[in-house]
């Protein structure tokens, strides 16, 4: 592992899969299907249903994490339980290039984003479970940041990609069809192979260290979980503000592109534009904070990311015109990649090796436990008051009941 280590293929590596995934939930879940979704497939009522679809899909998130983490830790197999979600989620955005623009395909489009969303999340129990393995301790803020960073420029060069080679040219390439949308369909295969390429290194070049936990069942290889968090101080109380800050995020990702069309009017290219935009903030963000991490602590980069983006996010919420909405926004993504990475180095820092995929699939549960509330209530809240305003306003809720939670300090991390 010293070796390991030491080496800098595993670090490329392991942020060139950040690289690789972030297209696809960038693509499918936020700001491209999401909003196809919305005016073209289900127009009357799609802002709701995409809301029950993200619900269910964090609840068996919550439910699969422990299980898969603690069968991951029992027979230190990481990477195959990695391997296999990655072949999951790259088939079913794949399938996605079939749902056509009207609601026969309402039912299809649900279950395999279903799929997608599920396989996509649950994949990152055990590829955040690797990051000890590959860096030292004191390195492991800038790793992670560097990674963070690399997902979100992944997702700027490929969705530059998709807007000039599909959406943009008056003609659409290769004979796709716009009058059925297949130049924002193709999108999903599209990603799915970016995945598959640049996904393919990690497997290569990153060594899981086979260190197994012999218990006699999951059940109990997850009860030990539970007990080692317990006995990690102030993690219990970290992971449960986890939770609630890691709600607001998913109601952010799941229909900050609804949200930019329904009440400002974006156009699918602007709402592209505004993606491209986004994570580029959030990828300097993630960089440079990495970096500062490393010198402060994680938990003190929570607790000003978390200051930061409530502050923020409170101006997107009252924001009065489309100018006001991008200059809130896109400083909302300069401490979104900060909060995110330094969640993960915080855990990865101070767990044992031998435990880290069961943490992480705790890790998993503190971010999907409850996160089925958060499209769930903005389902609610878009059908009382029909606007998305209303919808987004847990979101702001979501971010300040977390950061009271989280408490002025951490004793250990």
């Known amino acids: 592992m010293e070796k390991q280590s030491n080496s800098l293929k595993p670090k490329i590596a392991y942020g060139l899969f950040d690289w690789a995934s972030s297209p696809v939930p960038t693509l499918h879940a936020t700001?491209?299907?999401?909003?196809?979704?919305?005016?073209?497939?289900?127009?009357?009522?799609?802002?709701?249903?995409?809301?029950?679809?993200?619900s269910l899909a964090a609840l068996t998130i919550a439910i699969i994490?422990?299980?898969?983490?603690?069968?991951?830790?029992?027979?230190?197999?990481?990477?195959?339980?990695?391997?296999?979600?990655?072949?999951?989620?790259?088939?079913?955005?794949?399938?996605?290039?079939?749902?056509?623009?009207?609601?026969?395909?309402?039912?299809?489009?649900?279950?395999?984003?279903?799929?997608?969303?599920?396989?996509?999340?649950?994949?990152?129990?055990?590829?955040?479970?690797?990051?000890?393995?590959?860096?030292?301790?004191?390195?492991?803020?800038?790793v992670s940041g560097f990674s963070w960073a690399a997902g979100y420029f992944g997702a700027i060069f490929c969705l530059v990609l998709v807007l000039a080679i599909f959406i943009l040219p008056e003609q659409a390439p290769f004979g796709l069809q716009k009058?059925?949308?297949?130049?924002?369909?193709?999108?999903?295969?599209?990603?799915?192979?970016?995945?598959?390429?640049?996904?393919?290194?990690?497997?290569?070049?990153?060594?899981?260290?086979?260190?197994?936990?012999?218990q006699e069942s999951i059940i109990s290889t997850i009860k030990q979980g539970v007990h080692t968090a317990k006995n990690i101080p102030g993690m219990v109380r970290f992971l449960i503000a986890r939770m609630l800050y890691a709600d607001a995020l998913v109601v952010v990702y799941a229909f900050g592109g609804i949200y930019a069309t329904n009440v400002f009017?974006?156009?699918?290219?602007?709402?592209?534009?505004?993606?491209?935009?986004?994570?580029?903030?959030?990828?300097?963000?993630?960089?440079f904070m990495g970096r500062l991490e490393d010198r402060i602590g994680g938990f003190k980069t929570i607790r000003f990311s978390l200051v930061c983006l409530i502050c923020l996010s409170l101006i997107v919420l009252i924001a009065p015109s489309k100018v006001f909405f991008w200059v809130s926004a896109l400083s909302m993504g300069i401490f979104i990649g900060p909060l995110q990475s330094a969640s993960?180095?915080?855990?990865?820092?101070?767990?044992?090796?031998?435990?880290?995929?069961?943490?992480?699939?705790?890790?998993?549960?503190?971010?999907?436990?409850?996160?089925f509330l958060g499209p769930l209530l903005y389902g609610i809240l878009f059908s009382i008051f029909d606007t998305d305003r209303a919808g987004m306003a847990i979101a702001v809720v979501f971010l300040v009941i977390g950061y009271v939670l989280l408490g002025r300090e951490m004793n250990r991390e």
Not at 78 to 96: P, Q
Not at 265 to 281: M, R, S, W
Not at 345 to 371: C, D, H, N, W
């Open 65 to 142: 994490s422990p299980i898969i983490g603690a069968s991951a830790d029992r027979n230190a197999n990481r990477k195959t339980w990695l391997g296999l979600m990655m072949a999951v989620g790259i088939v079913a955005t794949s399938l996605l290039w079939w749902v056509e623009p009207n609601t026969s395909w309402i039912w299809y489009a649900l279950i395999i984003s279903f799929v997608s969303i599920v396989a996509m999340e649950s994949l990152f129990t055990f590829y955040n479970a690797l990051l000890p393995s590959i860096v030292s301790n004191d390195k492991i803020g800038s």
């Open 179 to 214: 009058e059925q949308a297949e130049q924002i369909r193709i999108t999903m295969p599209f990603s799915a192979l970016w995945f598959l390429v640049f996904g393919l290194p990690l497997f290569l070049w990153i060594s899981e260290p086979r260190v197994k936990n012999e």
């Open 31 to 54: 700001f491209v299907f999401a909003v196809y979704y919305v005016s073209s497939v289900s127009p009357d009522t799609g802002s709701a249903e995409w809301a029950w679809m993200n």
């Open 344 to 371: 993960r180095t915080v855990v990865a820092r101070i767990v044992p090796p031998e435990q880290m995929a069961r943490i992480f699939g705790l890790y998993m549960i503190s971010g999907k436990a409850t996160s």
């Open 265 to 287: 009017g974006f156009t699918q290219d602007e709402v592209i534009g505004f993606a491209i935009a986004i994570n580029l903030t959030a990828g300097i963000g993630a960089a």
